[in-house]
């Protein structure tokens, strides 16, 4: 080897000095999460790979690692640094970056695994964080007790206790040097989470996940997943989680699509010593391997038999680095999923490599026994709606926490096709917010006027509908004006008005799956969710020609028109005037349901808001403008996601339709009384004001406040501390989000508000 001394990096820049420390988001799907961490030694990005680094056996060289492997931070272990005499002296004297050979950040482990596997150490609890510190690691870690699966509550309630006991004066002792506050718990729901909250009240940088080793070296995936959904929901969202000893890529996805930011890897250069290769899909033999899983290019001239052929050191140095290759293709393809909105596909994916990892999937996604049985068009699978908590089961029902939390960072609607991936499909996290989003803020008509007895389920077809249901819906609507008309979709009923809303408009799967014939029980179940109970329910199949007519046959037999005046009223056309009317009422509906649903309107208030109102429709007949009587452009349907943008005036309207106060913190509480109160508000300190009024973007350091529903690329008001609205835009996290980062973008500006 040697290659890469031809190409070696630029040491990294230090961060700003009032940076460090800091981390922030610069992309996200749900709870994953691009980030950058700032540090004196360059800042990290993240998801990130810590490849661990045995300062007496170097199995390839930090200095490697930061020139050929864009490798941006390591961890090695302060305890056998400041066991041993040699390393200790030259770390010391020259500092532990001198030591390694690496310009990048250092991480530095306290000695607690040793303890782990070897029974005790002889080091303080001080005394190790006061050694990090003096030789100048980045990110130090506290002396924490480890908490094995097999112990039993008392004794991890110990561990728990006694590492909270050691937080302040751990804290004290590393000063102004990052430090570690690792969370232990064992498998115990309860004490994961109060070691998280406990954790939480010091000031760490960083929380690692410790007492999972043995956790994944026994394949208990599930176990693992558990341990996440009880610690994260619980820890500042501003500070990077750590895996402590996860290094497997086979767990990547779904450890950041759970929020993990950093990992760390020993298993590369262990699994070489022995000969193995670790994969996305789980570990291989090189001993009976012809060809490379797949072709890293540590190995691109050699084949499998030359490297057996080799002797044992040459042999492991070259594994390793196949492993370190192939554990980072991982990482960026995950980093890339993040960017492409698709990281939870990749976790489904990657569930069907390993029995283990595919429990853990289904424990995430579905209740276990619900996971065995054959899908029924959606049925219960879809279970995370307003029922979630009851119908997860017993244990599931403990975690429904953490499973919020993960759905309610989903952002919501989102660009391009959602494809179908079997069952799997109508768990995805960002199905199940729009679900949610959907159910709990849509609201049927309210009228007594004929024809609201009845619901009409449009099915048999895939989108768009509207060239084929635009008549009949100004039909309709003039005949039966309180009818709901709902389109049957693979991922549940979705009212005609917001026919082209992503995901419901755009699954992507094969015929069969939209041909099939609606299940009524569950037809029923889902009308009862959208406030649509004990309706009569008319079904019409899409497929075929007279589609018009059918519909109104269908009616007909259903009584929808009763009386023979009424049939042939419902049969002759419309006239003009009458269907003008129609065609403004359905146009007003689209409008009214988007702005109900999507940015939490009161149904009735935003009924009110387009009374009179004109629309400005494109040539294939979609809305592209909503204009009030006083010519005022407020909103415009979008047309990639189904989405509704508002405009400056839009913004001006809603801000004034606001009946509540004003948020006055970061709070989680109170959320489930809000529907309707509108977009959530930001509150942004008196100095972002200009900034925000000419339509530049709020930084996280800028916001005093934000109402508990804000979510992730959703529409928000941007306001000033006397409630005075400044600006609109797309919200960049969630209300935990909101409460704990410093730097960042928190609100892509959209529309600035001059005073
Ligand atoms: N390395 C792997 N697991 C752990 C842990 O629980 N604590 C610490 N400090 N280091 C670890």
Redesign the pocket.
């Known amino acids: 080897m040697g290659a890469w001394q031809e190409g070696r990096r630029d040491d990294p820049a230090p961060c700003r000095e009032q940076d460090r420390g800091l981390f922030e988001i610069t992309g996200r799907d749900g709870r994953a999460r691009l980030g950058r961490l700032h540090t004196s030694h360059g800042v990290l990005e993240t998801p990130a790979l810590l490849p661990v680094i045995n300062p007496n056996i170097r199995t390839i060289e930090p200095r490697e690692m930061w020139d050929r492997y864009g490798i941006g931070a390591l961890i090695t272990n302060s305890y056998i640094i400041w066991k041993h005499e040699g390393l200790k002296q030259k770390a010391t004297e020259d500092g532990v970056h001198a030591l390694l050979d690496f310009p990048g950040m250092i991480m530095t ?2 000695g ?2 040793q303890s ?1 596997i070897y029974g005790d150490v002889e080091v303080g609890v001080e005394e190790i964080v006061e050694f990090q510190r003096s030789i100048g690691v980045d990110v130090a ?1 506290m002396l ?1 007790v ?1 908490s094995r699966p097999d112990m039993t509550f008392t004794q991890v309630e110990h561990c728990v206790n006694e590492t909270l006991e050691r937080a302040a004066v751990s804290v004290a002792a590393a000063q102004h040097t990052m430090l570690n506050g ?1 969370i ?1 718990g064992g498998l115990f729901k309860e004490l994961r989470t109060k070691s998280a909250k406990g954790m939480a009240q010091h000031k760490f940088a960083i929380h ?1 996940i ?4 043995p956790v994944m070296e026994q394949h208990r995936y599930k176990d693992y997943a558990k341990i996440m959904l009880a610690t994260l929901p619980y820890l500042p969202a501003e500070r990077p989680v750590h895996m ?2 996860c290094g497997h890529p086979m767990l990547f996805p779904m450890s950041i699509a759970l929020g993990a930011d950093l990992f760390d890897s020993a298993a590369y250069a262990l699994f070489a010593r022995d000969g193995r290769l670790l994969t996305p899909w789980g570990t291989e033999k090189i001993e009976s391997m012809v060809d490379w899983p797949m072709l890293m290019p540590c190995v691109a001239s050699v084949s499998p038999a030359q490297v057996k052929a080799m002797e044992k050191e040459q042999r492991t140095a070259l594994l390793a680095r196949y492993n370190l290759e192939m554990t980072l293709n991982e990482l960026n393809r995950c980093k890339q999923a993040i960017r492409d909105g698709t990281l939870w596909r990749l976790v489904e994916r990657r569930s069907h490599q390993h029995p283990a990892l595919r429990e853990a999937f289904l424990w995430l996604s579905t209740r276990p026994q619900q996971a065995m049985m054959k899908l029924q068009m959606l049925d219960d699978l879809i279970l995370n709606d307003r029922d979630a908590g009851r119908e997860r089961g017993p244990e599931a029902g403990a975690y429904e926490n953490g499973w919020n939390w993960l759905v309610d960072a989903q952002e919501s609607p989102r660009k391009g096709g959602e494809p179908w991936g079997g069952e799997d499909t109508f768990v995805r996290p960002q199905i199940v917010a729009a679900r949610r989003q959907l159910i709990s803020r849509w609201q049927p008509k309210n009228s007594t006027a004929r024809g609201c007895e009845d619901v009409l389920v449009m099915h048999g077809l895939p989108g768009p509908w509207r060239e084929r249901l635009s008549d009949i819906m100004v039909r309709l609507t003039h005949h039966a004006p309180a009818l709901e008309v709902l389109i049957l979709t693979p991922v549940g009923l979705v009212p005609y008005s917001l026919e082209d809303l992503n995901p419901f408009a755009h699954i992507d799967g094969p015929d069969w799956l939209w041909r099939r014939r609606p299940n009524l029980p569950w037809v029923r179940r889902e009308l009862d969710r959208l406030g649509l109970g004990n309706r009569k329910i008319v079904t019409v199949d899409m497929q075929g020609e007279g589609i018009q007519a059918r519909c109104m046959t269908a009616l007909h037999q259903a009584g929808v028109f009763d009386g023979d005046d009424d049939q042939t009223a419902s049969e002759s056309p419309l006239d003009k005037e009458g269907r003008e009317a129609a065609k403004l009422a359905v146009y007003r509906r689209l409008v009214s349901d988007k702005l109900a649903v999507l940015l939490n309107v009161d149904i009735s208030a935003a009924t009110g808001l387009l009374e009179g109102a004109t629309f400005v429709v494109n040539r294939q007949g979609r809305v592209k403008n909503a204009i009030t009587p006083q010519g005022k452009h407020i909103a415009s349907p979008r047309l990639g996601d189904g989405g509704l943008s508002l405009t400056d005036e839009g913004s001006i309207a809603l801000h004034a339709m606001r009946t509540i106060a004003p948020p006055t913190g970061c709070s989680s509480e109170h959320e489930s009384d809000t529907n309707g109160a509108g977009p959530a508000w930001v509150v942004v300190d008196e100095d972002a004001e200009p900034f925000v009024r000419q339509g530049r973007n709020v930084f996280h350091g800028f916001v005093l406040a934000a109402d508990p529903w804000i979510r992730p690329s959703q529409t928000c008001l941007i306001v000033n501390q006397k409630g005075e609205l400044l600006g609109h835009g797309l919200a960049n996290g969630t209300v935990d989000e909101f409460a704990g980062f410093k730097k960042g973008i928190a609100v892509k500006t959209r529309g600035g508000i001059p005073q």
């Open positions: 482990d306290s607690t695994f782990y870690t924490d480890f690792p232990q690692p410790g007492g999972i080793v402590f000893g």
